[in-house]
């Protein structure tokens, strides 16, 4: 049985933090991501954020950050921020910090944004390599990094040491890749990743409570009621030795926020063969 430890991000409940960190706890999540804004407004309470999760028996696992890479006017601003993170990360015990590319996306990222978006990255990275927390790259929809010839380039120009790859299933999904392929090229760099489904073109309304069959769903949905094929994924992550954190993430819930993330537990518990339990440290 694959022993990668399980978090869920609470996007999905929304700005109720108190409420999504007791929910998830009750469905037996015992580690989580939060929006960082709610964090930090823990920047110089940090033992109170902590005893916040610790009193829902729950773990911070990352923070999403990242910005505007390619754009060289909000570079400094850009390390800045996610400096700034990292070493809200370093208090609170949490070596991961996500870099995620900034949208809206504006057409094809071309060949000088790209350079860019990679210095930016190196030296973000390097700061919060500096604080012992490891940088991942997450490509996205929508933004400035989500095709494959952009993750390649900035794969290519980043420095392995310090710049870490953080693949979604769904986001990669979503832009025509092969996320299985995904994960066998940069496997090596993996230090996160997401897992959500896509949903189908024609959704079948009695997978999902709350749909007439006459409104658009979320383009992502609740594990095993989408399109993607976790199987092959999870041969991937076996064959290239990937043992670490795997966030659930549900950016809109087709039911309510409990019930998508009792759908997804239950996925990940019976078809994954995953725990929720985390090991000791």
Known sequence: MPQNPISCHLITWGQDLDTGMREASELGYRACETFTQHALEYERRVDEYRELLAANNL??????????????????????FNTRVAQFLAEAGVDRIVF??????????????????????????????????????HPHIGTELQDRDEIDAVMELTDPEYVHFCPD????????MDPAEVIRVYGSRMQYMHLKDLTPENPDPAQFDNFRGDEALPIFC??????????????ALADVGYEGWMTVEIDQSTSTPYQSL??????????LGLSLSLPAG
């Open 169 to 176: 299933t769904a986001h990669l999904s979503a832009a025509g």
């Open 262 to 271: 009792a759908q997804c537990r239950d996925f990940v518990q019976n078809q």
């Open 222 to 235: 609740e594990l095993g009621l989408g399109t993607i094929d976790f199987a092959p994924i999870m041969q």
């Open 100 to 137: 995620g590319p900034g949208g809206p996306r504006d057409g094809k990222t071309g060949l000088d944004g790209l350079k860019q978006m990679a210095r930016t990255i190196n030296d973000a990275a390097k700061r919060t390599a500096d604080l012992g927390v490891l940088a991942c790259v």
């Open 59 to 80: 773990r911070l696992s990352a923070l999403y950050a990242g910005g505007r890479f390619s754009d060289s006017s909000k570079t400094d601003e850009v390390i800045a």
